[in-house]
């Protein structure tokens, strides 16, 4: 299979890449074997096969592989001090590799195998190591691209949503109290470099109409001064700029979006935990709905398009059309999420809702198991379902307008278009908003 993403790297010639790979042989990575795997005497450089992974704006990543047994793979990660990003390079904490590591160990006690294992973490030379997820996707590229031969079940998408409440209710200021939270604050200290970024990137510069950064088409362009200075939007983008800086209710991922989450065997796990710390919980979903939305929107309008072009034979209803492009488009759990819905009184009756069910599926799962494990009612599940979609309306407008960016919206003026006016029209109504169900039938709106 071909993975664009990663490429084959003479890796002693590049000094970064040679102090990872030098630093993985010093840890002894073959004490992290099983059984299964068994490897004779040690390691040496010639026994591996390094790739670069090219789509890492915040770290060096390269993944470690032996050439006597490819399955055998690792992931390692080296925290630069300094990143770059439109316009400018933004110096980060150094340290957030050691902070990624010891996420993943706390996430996993809570919710087990809702992350990678870390194997080890070099502290003298910034260098995280933990074992590959061998054949997993990004959840972009699995949604994408996944066709016929996807692996992602309506149980996985179940089970993120599940996790990261699991994750969230067990260290909220609910379950721990004002001391217990203290106490987590201490053990996970605010990064505040890295709380700046997002900030500055996703909360400031989109709504500035004099910044350079702004990527979206020339035809949303033009609609932009009246969406960002609609009162109500400007009130709900202030309010979520000071939620997500202010408010200290749990621990959370802190940049939970469709490119941090991958498809393992049918299960979806969190990656990149870098940015934990603790947080506003409403954050971590109203991000990841955001994306989930925008590659939703570009599959729909792929799919319009593949329609008003296709050549159909008379002796086939329009159903049965849509229905045929639908499966070639969509994977086959999106069928597997229609059915489930069916079952579970929410019934998909067009292609829209078909789109919907994989954010419906997990912010069904996410706030029920929230609102359980916290010992609350529907007004706490209302309340937060609120916060949520505060974060997704504006995350969806900043992902548009840039600079935050989806390379796959680039083809898409429509696309755009249609995720500036979802979350547009959340923002303004998302005081109507009491339900999933609310929720899904807004956004379907024309």
Partial sequence: MAEPRWVLCDWETKPEIKTMVLSFLDNNPSQHFTRQEPIAGTLEADDLVVHQFQESYTNHVIRVRLKRNPSIGFVIKMAPACIPLPGVHVPLPVERGERECLAYSFFNNIAPGCVPKPLFYDKSRRILCTRELTGCRSLTDELLTGGRNSCMSVSGVRSLGSSLASVHAATHILTLGTDGLAQLRH???????????????????????????????????????????????????????????????????????????????????????????????????????????????????????????????????????????????????AVEFGETASRDNHAVTDRTRRETRAADVLMEEYLTT?????????????????????????????????PPHMDFMDSSPEAQADCLRIGTVLLKNVDKISSVDDFVNLVQQP
């Fill in 187 to 333: 053990k996970f200290p605010t990064l505040h470099a890295m709380v700046d970024m997002i900030r500055l990137f996703h909360f400031e510069k989109p709504f500035d109409a004099a910044d350079p950064d702004r990527h979206c088409a020339s035809a949303v362009m033009t609609s932009l001064d009246d969406v960002i200075n609609d009162a109500a939007v400007q009130a709900a983008k202030e309010e979520a700029k000071r939620s997500f800086a202010e408010d200290c209710e749990c621990l959370i991922h802190g940049d939970l979006h469709v490119d941090s989450v991958v498809v393992s065997g049918g299960d979806l796990k969190m990656v990149d935990a870098e940015f934990v710390r603790v947080g506003p919980c409403a954050f971590d979903m109203g991000l990841l709905l955001a994306t989930l939305l925008m590659i939703q929107s570009r599959q729909r309008h792929a799919l319009m398009h593949k329609d008003a072009s296709s050549s159909v034979p008379s002796t086939r209803t329009n159903q049965d059309t849509q229905t045929a492009h639908t499966a070639d488009m969509v994977p086959p759990a």
């Fill in 370 to 402: 929230m609102t359980e494990k916290l010992g609350q009612d529907n007004m706490f599940m209302q309340a937060l379902l609120k916060k949520i979609l505060t974060f997704c309306g504006v995350e969806l407008l900043a992902w548009v307008i840039g």
